[in-house]
């Protein structure tokens, strides 16, 4: 299918091919699970507030915890700085409920002005017209142009030719360490970060030498009964071998199969109850390293708060190049334009404005671990003197979202199906090769089925 024209303001586009009726038939699995039985009857489009004057954007996210917080206060922030427009938000439950409620909105035409979504999961709405694209004219006005933002983030706002998504932020995966326990490893610089490691025999020596000082583990990661924390380690080292994964619609899936079983038999070395616990999940993989008890956690940097919060000495960068190629699995929130039944050009404006100052603005999101995609703040010598945030920076130049498809993406079942074939990898010991074939065939089912909208 081909992306939607944009709407002509003030007048009724075409549906692009995708009705509400067509979307349900589609079907709740097809979109990540069931679908909600909420009224979308309160989901009121921009419009003039009651003195005439203040137009009501309407905002969607799925921005909870202290990212809830930071959001909350950088919209407080924009609507302080333009007085003609009022946005509000709505916070709806992470995940497959929020990605379901926002289809059937947008299918219906009474989506909010402007939401977050997960770059990753754009290509599963932007193809069958569920979002307007950007006017990239509109954004330059507001001073959001192309070289304002890493090659990568941008480029991965396009769905054919037009930008459908401006992204907030990147989400790498990647080490937290402790740099106490490095330091009595002998694990660190003369600039007080750590060294280089640049195999993977050089990760298992030196993460035995954290083990070695803290009595437990020489590191920390949480997997059991969670595909993303699979599927983000996975990944990561899968691509840091040059390796590529391609998902044709109607065909089957394009891999390296070499690549993979090295990277998962990695995983699996991990996990031999030295390095990291043969089997944990994500809390207490958190707890473990903030609690000292082990020397280096994999997470996504939205833990960084956890551990300063802990109080710990710690310190983070990307997760170690192994295998020759940098490379770190990643996700961004950014802004899309959810497709309206009728658009008013002059909420359409607001959008922009609010889009652009959210941005110029994003130190603070910063703060909660993430690293602004719009580069004037990362340039700027406040971030610079953010620690740890400005020790992993680089990984925006090297970031891998998923392999783009209708059904993967953050939140996805795709992550899913990995954590179904995988996990006995690494509870149990089976057999890598098998269980990556597994996976595969998986996913080859779900490409031999059309996108539902």
């Not at 922030?77 to 992470?94: G, I, R, S």
């Not at 994500?282 to 960084?304: H, K, R």
């Not at 406040?382 to 979202?401: C, I, K, M, R, T």
């Amino acid at each position: 299918m081909t992306p939607t024209d944009p709407p002509t303001p003030g007048r009724t586009p075409a549906p692009g091919g995708v009705s509400r009726r067509g979307l349900l038939l589609g079907g709740a699995a097809a979109l990540g699970g069931a679908f909600l039985t909420t009224s979308l009857a309160g989901c009121a489009t921009g419009a003039t507030g009651a003195s005439g004057d203040v137009r009501q954007l309407a905002f969607w996210h799925l921005l909870s915890g202290g990212d809830g917080v930071k959001m909350s206060a950088l919209l407080d922030q924009a609507n302080a700085d333009h007085p003609e427009f009022h946005a509000t938000q709505t916070v709806l439950a992470w995940g497959t409920p929020y990605y379901t409620k926002l289809a059937m909105a947008s299918a219906g035409g009474r989506a909010p002005d402007v939401a977050v979504m997960h770059a990753s999961r754009v290509p599963g709405y932007a193809p069958g017209g569920l979002l307007d694209p950007w006017d990239l004219d509109r954004l330059a006005e507001v001073g959001l142009r192309e070289q304002d933002f890493p090659e990568a983030v941008w480029r991965k706002g396009f769905s054919g030719d037009r930008l459908y998504s401006v992204a907030l932020d990147s989400h790498p995966f990647i080490m937290l360490y402790n740099t106490d326990v490095a330091g009595k490893a002998g694990l660190l610089g003369t600039d007080g970060q750590l060294a280089p490691i640049t195999s993977p025999e050089q990760f298992l020596d030196a993460s035995r030498a954290m083990q070695s000082v803290t009595g437990q583990h020489g590191g920390s990661w949480g997997y059991l009964n969670d595909g993303a924390q699979l599927w983000r380690l996975f990944y990561t080292l899968y691509r840091q071998q040059g390796a590529t994964m391609e998902l044709p619609e109607g065909g089957t899936v394009q891999w390296e199969m070499d690549a993979a079983v090295t990277a998962l038999t990695f995983m699996q070395q991990l996990c031999d109850g030295t390095v990291i616990a043969r089997a944990s999940d994500i809390q207490s993989g958190i707890a473990e390293f903030v609690s000292s008890q082990s020397g280096f956690l994999f997470t996504g940097v939205w833990e960084v708060p956890s551990a300063q919060n802990a109080g710990i000495p710690f310190d983070g960068s990307t997760i170690p190049t192994l295998y020759g190629t940098p490379a770190t699995y990643a996700d961004s929130h950014s802004f899309v334009l959810p497709r309206q039944a009728r658009v008013d050009d002059a909420a359409r404006g607001d959008v922009y404005e609010l889009v652009g100052d959210v941005l110029a603005n994003s130190l603070s999101w910063a703060a909660a671990g993430h690293i602004p995609a719009y580069q004037p703040v990362v340039d700027s010598p406040e971030y610079g003197e953010l620690v740890p945030q400005s020790h992993y920076a680089n990984a925006a130049d090297q970031l891998e979202y998923d392999p783009p498809a209708w059904f993967t993406g953050s939140g996805s079942d795709f992550q899913t199906y990995f954590l179904d074939a995988v996990q006995g990898v690494l509870v149990s010991g089976s057999d890598p090769a098998a269980a990556l074939r597994a996976f595969v065939a998986r996913v080859d089912e779900q490409l031999s089925r059309p996108a539902p909208v």
